[in-house]
Nanobody
Framework: QVQLVESGGGSVQAGSSLRLSCVLS????????VGWLRQRPGEERRGVAI???????TYADSVKGRFMASKDASKNSVYLQMNNLEPGDSATYYC?????????????????????WGQGTQVTVSS
């Protein structure tokens, strides 16, 4: 069974930056496609930055130009660099992973319903 653990969240002022980290363990990192999603209480979980199996990254329109996702296979890790944070970015951020090849070809087609999820890390941005 794969485990995902996020870290790096916090409370910051608008315009600040944070870098989130997620470590995958319990299985081969290379077998999974991964992504970052976020959720506010009572709202749907939405994709933020998603890697597909073709090596492309899909960003939500609201974060394009401000957020950048990356991976480091040697560390079994995925990162989300968040710059120029806005109050609307306040949410619980999750990393997620899936090893289904058909899912990983186009995660958005399946509404980013990854099989495995981290516990989440809280990001709060004040105006």
């Amino acid at each position: 069974q794969v485990q995902l653990v996020e870290s790096g969240g916090g409370s910051v002022q608008a315009g600040s930056s944070l870098r989130l980290s997620c470590v995958l363990s319990g299985d081969s990192f290379g077998s999974y496609c991964v992504g970052w999603l976020r959720q506010r209480p009572g709202e749907e979980r939405r994709g933020v930055a998603i890697f597909d199996s073709d090596g492309d990254t899909t960003y939500a329109d609201s974060v394009k130009g401000r957020f950048m996702a990356s991976k480091d296979a040697s560390k079994n890790s995925v990162y989300l660099q968040m710059n120029n944070l806005e109050p609307g970015d306040s949410a619980t951020y999750y990393c997620a992973a899936d090893r289904r090849t058909w899912f990983c070809r186009s995660p958005g087609w399946y509404q980013y319903r990854f099989n495995s999820w981290g516990q989440g890390t809280q990001v709060t941005v004040s105006s």
